[in-house]
C-alpha cells in the first residue's frame, strides 16, 4: 500500500500571521514539502492543476520534473490533471516526456476538475464535461499505445498518421488513476479499461464514498480485469496532527475556519463527525484511517491534503514529520496484517514492465526527412 499527500497549490492567507505567500514563496514550498516527504518516508507526492487564483499550479509536469532531479525514490503523481481542458495529445506528449525525465517513477490521475469557468478558457463547454472526459481518455489511451494513430472524434480535429512523441518508456503507458467525487460515468471509465480509481474522500460521508468505490469494483470484475476485491482504488484525505487531540483542534480551527473552500460553512467538529477529515492526536489518526477499510475494501494508496488553507511551510513540514514518523509506520503494518494475499499491490513503472515481459525501446524512428516526416520523391 502507498501512503503519501497531495497538494492542490493554493495562495492563501495565513488567518494568524496575516502572511500572504507570493506565488512564488507558494512554488517553492510545494518542492521543499515534496523533498521532505520522500525524506520523511512517504511514497507518494502529488500535484494539481489549476489555471486561475488562488491558484499557483498550472504546469504540473514542470513542476514534477523539477522534483523529480532532486528525489531519488517517491512516486511523483497529479492530484488533477485536466482531461477536460488539456488536450490529450498535449498530455500524452507532456506525461510521456516526464515519465523518461523520472526514470518512471510517476503516474497521473485526471479529472474533471471543479472550477466551471476553466472551459470556457481552453474553448470548452462545461455542459460537456463528462463528454470530453470520456473522450479525450479514449484518445489519450490510444496515442499511448498505438504508434500510429487514425482519430476523428466530436471535440478536436481528427489525426491522421500521427505519433505523439517521446513514446512511452520501456513501451509502457504511464498508469492511471482516474479522480471523481460524485460522477458514476468516471467510476464507469476506470473500470472499463482496468485503471486505477481514485475517490478525493474530502467532502462527501463515507456512505457516499462507498458507493462510489463499490460501483467502480462490480464494473471492474464485470469488464473482466479480476475480482470485485482486486480492483485498484485510491483513497483522498485530510489530516492535521498534535501531540493530543486537544492541541491539533485549537491549532487547527482558525485554518479551518478561514479556509477558502469550507470555511464559514459547517463547524470544524461536525466536518470530522461526517467526513474523512483528521484532526487529532497520531493514534486518532490511525484509527480513522484504518476505519476507510470497512467502507472501502482493501486498497492501495491513501493521499491526504496537508499544505492547503494558509498553513506556514514550517507548519507542513513538522506535520509530515509527524506522518511519516508516527502514523504511517503503524498503518503499513496494520493494514498489511488484514489485507488478502490476492489483492494487488498499486501499480508502479516496474511492475508493469514486468507484467509485459520486460522493458523496451519504444523510439518510432522517421522513414523520412526530420522536418516533415515524409520520405523524399525522386
Same mark, same amino acid.
Given at each position: ?153 466530436? &471535440?478536436?480535429?481528427? =489525426?491522421?498518421? %500521427?505519433? @505523439? ?5 520501456? +513501451?509502457?503507458?504511464?498508469? !492511471? ?41 462490480r464494473r471492474f470484475e ?41 470555511? &464559514?460553512?459547517?463547524? =470544524?467538529?461536525? %466536518?470530522? @463527525? ?5 484532526? +487529532?492526536?497520531?493514534?486518532? !489518526? ?44 503503524v498503518l503499513r503494518e ?45
Amino acid at each position: 500500500m502507498q501512503f503519501g499527500i497531495f497538494t492542490v497549490g493554493d495562495v492563501t492567507r495565513d488567518p494568524l500571521t496575516g502572511h500572504m505567500p507570493s506565488e512564488n514563496e507558494r512554488i517553492k514550498a510545494t518542492v521543499a514539502i515534496a523533498k521532505h516527504a520522500e525524506e520523511v518516508g512517504l511514497d507518494v507526492m502529488a500535484f494539481g492543476q489549476h489555471h486561475n487564483p488562488p491558484f499557483a499550479a498550472s504546469s504540473p509536469t514542470t513542476t514534477m520534473a523539477y522534483v523529480a532531479a532532486q528525489t531519488e525514490n517517491i512516486v511523483l503523481s497529479t492530484s488533477t490533471t485536466l482531461i477536460t481542458t488539456t488536450d490529450p495529445v498535449r498530455i500524452a506528449e507532456d506525461y510521456a516526456q516526464l515519465q523518461h525525465l523520472a526514470d518512471g517513477r510517476m503516474d497521473l490521475m485526471l479529472g474533471r476538475g471543479n472550477t466551471g469557468p476553466v472551459y470556457p478558457w481552453f474553448g470548452k463547454d462545461i455542459r460537456d464535461g463528462i463528454e470530453l472526459a470520456v473522450e479525450n481518455y479514449a484518445l489519450l489511451h490510444q496515442l499511448w499505445r498505438e504508434d500510429v494513430v487514425n482519430w476523428q472524434g466530436k &471535440h478536436r480535429t481528427p =489525426l491522421q498518421n %500521427f505519433t @505523439a512523441t517521446p513514446r512511452p518508456l520501456d +513501451g509502457v503507458a504511464p498508469f !492511471v488513476w482516474h479522480g471523481s467525487i460524485r460522477s458514476p460515468e468516471i467510476a464507469e471509465q476506470a473500470a472499463y479499461y482496468g485503471d486505477g480509481f481514485f475517490h478525493n474522500h474530502i467532502f462527501w460521508p463515507a456512505s457516499h464514498a462507498a458507493q462510489m468505490i463499490n460501483l467502480y469494483r462490480r464494473r471492474f470484475e464485470h469488464y473482466g480485469h479480476g475480482k470485485a476485491h482486486q480492483a485498484i482504488v485510491g483513497l483522498g484525505g485530510q489530516a492535521f496532527l498534535a501531540k493530543n487531540s486537544q492541541d491539533a483542534v485549537s491549532q487547527f480551527r482558525p485554518y479551518f475556519d478561514n479556509a477558502p473552500v469550507y470555511g &464559514h460553512g459547517p463547524s =470544524l467538529e461536525d %466536518f470530522m @463527525a461526517g467526513t474523512p477529515l483528521s484532526v +487529532g492526536s497520531p493514534q486518532q !489518526v490511525i484509527e480513522k484511517t484504518l476505519g476507510f477499510r470497512d467502507y472501502a475494501g482493501d486498497y492501495q494508496r491513501q493521499l491526504w491534503l496537508m499544505d492547503h488553507a494558509g498553513l506556514p511551510l514550517k507548519t507542513v513540514l513538522e506535520q509530515l514529520d509527524i506522518l511519516g514518523g508516527e502514523v504511517v509506520p503503524v498503518l503499513r503494518e496494520e493494514f498489511a496484517k488484514m489485507r488478502p494475499a490476492d489483492v494487488p499491490d498499486a501499480p508502479t513503472h516496474a511492475s508493469l514492465v514486468a507484467a509485459q515481459g520486460g522493458g523496451r525501446d519504444a523510439t518510432v524512428h522517421a522513414a523520412g526527412d526530420d522536418v516533415t516526416g515524409q520520405s523524399p520523391t525522386a
